[in-house]
């Protein structure tokens, strides 16, 4: 199955022309997921040609405007298309009390059952599991409380080589087994190693997102070996002060901790709005993590299956 992000926005604070704030479509396992969700997130869903019904899980990492505003709108907007499927929102607290508020002030009433869970963690925790896949949280380190996201996808059942069912006659539980890793054992006794009928094990992929958040040791055990890395990197090393007064990382930070943690790929995103270009952010991060990339609004990045 697909492992792919859809960069709905990759902006900071304030939005640009090219960059909404900050959200992302996480697909794995057929599931659709939300990362976040800023203004203007409904209506780049739409640009991208992606149904907004089929989201069932939203995740926020914070409650500041351009992780979080977009919500009220988009809940709303699944509402008058005729939703009936419920909604799983994970956000920090006070999440649910701003919703209910702007929903009584509206006289909104979904028709669809809304369930809003407090995070509420110190360590690295699962959350939330859906079809062979686990989504953990993790404290960031912000000038308020925020979270990270890890997906992992459970390890994927092997897939018979082609033939061996009816070579073997193989029965249904036989079968089952033999994805699960088993050998086969025949009516005469006869073992058949499990690698003549599978192919090679995938190995199972994993994707973090964390927005925002200065740089703590802390991040590269929680991170480390992950296959790509979203991180934010809202300012170049001339503005490093102000990166960490207000709690962000500049672009080499990013890609030093991307190093430390061994991640396979980097993506940078939640780019303030003084950059027109991303150059001067990329080439910051190449030059000490040279597998990195600029996450840009309507783009897909995708995980591709790698065997162990």
Do not use: W
Not at 209 to 220: K, S
Not at 269 to 279: G, I, K, L, Q, V
């Amino acid at each position: 199955m697909d492992f792919n992000i859809l960069v709905l926005g990759s902006g900071a604070a304030v939005p640009t022309f090219s960059r909404s704030c900050s959200a992302q479509l996480v697909t794995l396992n057929g599931v659709r997921m939300l990362v976040d969700c800023g203004e203007s997130t409904q209506n780049k869903l739409r640009q991208s040609h992606q149904k907004m019904q089929a989201i069932r899980t939203i995740f926020i990492s914070h409650l500041h405007g351009d992780h979080f505003f977009g919500l009220p709108g988009l809940l709303s907007t699944m509402h008058l298309c005729g939703r009936t499927e419920p909604v799983t929102v994970y956000a920090p607290k006070g999440a649910r009390e701003s919703i209910e508020l702007l929903f009584a002030v509206s006289g909104t009433t979904l028709r669809y059952e809304l369930n809003i869970v407090d995070i509420d963690v110190s360590k690295p925790t699962v959350i939330h599991t859906d079809r062979r896949l686990s989504v953990k949280a993790f404290p960031l380190y912000h000038s308020i409380e925020t979270y990270g996201f890890l997906f992992e996808e459970e390890t994927p059942l092997l897939n018979l080589r082609p033939s061996v069912r009816s070579q073997y006659g193989m029965t249904n539980d036989q079968c089952v087994a033999v994805k699960n890793g088993a050998d086969l054992t025949l009516d005469d006794g006869t073992v058949v190693p499990n690698n003549l009928l599978t192919y090679p094990r995938r190995r199972p992929r994993r994707y973090a997102y964390c927005c925002d958040t200065a740089p703590n040791d802390e991040l590269v055990s929680v991170l480390q070996g992950v296959d790509l890395l979203c991180i934010e990197s809202t300012f170049d090393d001339a503005f490093t002060d102000m990166a960490q007064e207000r709690c962000h990382c500049t672009a080499s930070q990013a890609a030093t901790l991307a190093a430390r943690a061994g991640v396979r790929q980097l993506m940078l995103t939640h780019f303030s709005a003084r950059y027109h270009e991303m150059e001067p952010l990329l080439a910051e991060a190449t030059a000490i993590f040279p597998n990195t990339v600029c996450a840009a609004d309507g783009e897909t990045y995708s995980i591709p299956y790698q065997t162990l």
